[in-house]
Nanobody
Framework: QVHLVESGGGLVQAGDSLRLSCRDSGRSFNTYVIGWFRQAPGKEREFVASISRTGQNTRYADFVQGRFTISRDNGKNTVYLVLYNLRVEDTATYYC???????????WGQGTQVTVSS
């Protein structure tokens, strides 16, 4: 049913920007809350941002501090995460996930790698 695929990661220098994409091949994408998470080497996965089904409500982790923006285009079955002013500590694998039930993220993508060099 749900198949999430992330893209847009890459190797960039500190201060650069990236736009990550999360696309679902299904037809019910507009009914899902979508979250972005990241996992750095040696660390557990952490929450980055989420967006409601309509895109009207967004949430961000404290560490984002205005540097990232999440948005969605339901016509394209895609959620975006734009990363501005990237820092070395942003280096991680970034995953998107969907809430298809009541509360828990139950479908996950394969991740896209973001590597930031100094």
């Amino acid at each position: 049913q749900v198949h999430l695929v992330e893209s847009g990661g890459g190797l960039v220098q500190a201060g650069d920007s990236l736009r990550l994409s999360c696309r679902d091949s299904g037809r019910s994408f507009n009914t899902y809350v979508i979250g972005w998470f990241r996992q750095a080497p040696g660390k557990e996965r952490e929450f980055v941002a989420s967006i409601s089904r309509t895109g009207q409500n967004t949430r961000y982790a404290d560490f984002v501090q205005g540097r990232f923006t999440i948005s969605r285009d339901n016509g394209k079955n895609t959620v975006y995460l734009v990363l501005y002013n990237l820092r070395v500590e942003d280096t991680a694998t970034y995953y998107c996930a969907a809430v298809t039930g009541l509360s828990e993220y139950d479908y996950w993508g394969q991740g896209t790698q973001v590597t930031v060099s100094s």
